[in-house]
């Protein structure tokens, strides 16, 4: 069985930072990547960003040098460092960890970025 974590998430003001951290845990075989996602409400929940075990980055074009994805670190670990916030970037989001052929998910963290 494998667990994954999200913490971070809370209430911020425009052009302000905040910083999401995802933990796997379980029986983890063979992590491949992990990413992030977003979901406002009614919006397609999104890719933000991934990482994966060889050091490899993908970001969405709206979080292009705003957002930066850490590595992975040994205990499976990644944070999400997110910068220059919008109100825009206000969703749920949510951690995914690709282990094997296999998906999992987070329950997601509310990120709201108002006055």
């Known amino acids: 069985q494998v667990r994954v974590v999200e913490s971070g998430g809370g209430l911020v003001q425009p052009g302000g930072s905040l910083r999401l951290s995802c933990t796997a845990s379980?029986?983890?075989?063979?992590?491949?990547?992990m990413s992030w996602y977003r979901q406002a409400p009614g919006n397609e929940r999104e890719l933000v960003a991934t990482?994966?075990?060889?050091?490899?980055?993908n970001y969405a074009d709206f979080v292009k040098g705003r957002f930066t994805i850490s590595t992975i670190s040994a205990d499976n670990t990644v944070h999400l460092q997110m910068n220059s916030l919008k109100p825009e970037d206000t969703a749920v989001y949510y951690c995914k960890s690709r282990i094997g052929a296999s998906d999992y998910w987070g329950q997601g963290t509310q990120v709201t970025v108002s006055t």
């Open positions: 379980g029986s983890i075989s063979m992590l491949l990547a």
């Open positions: 990482r994966n075990v060889l050091g490899d980055t």
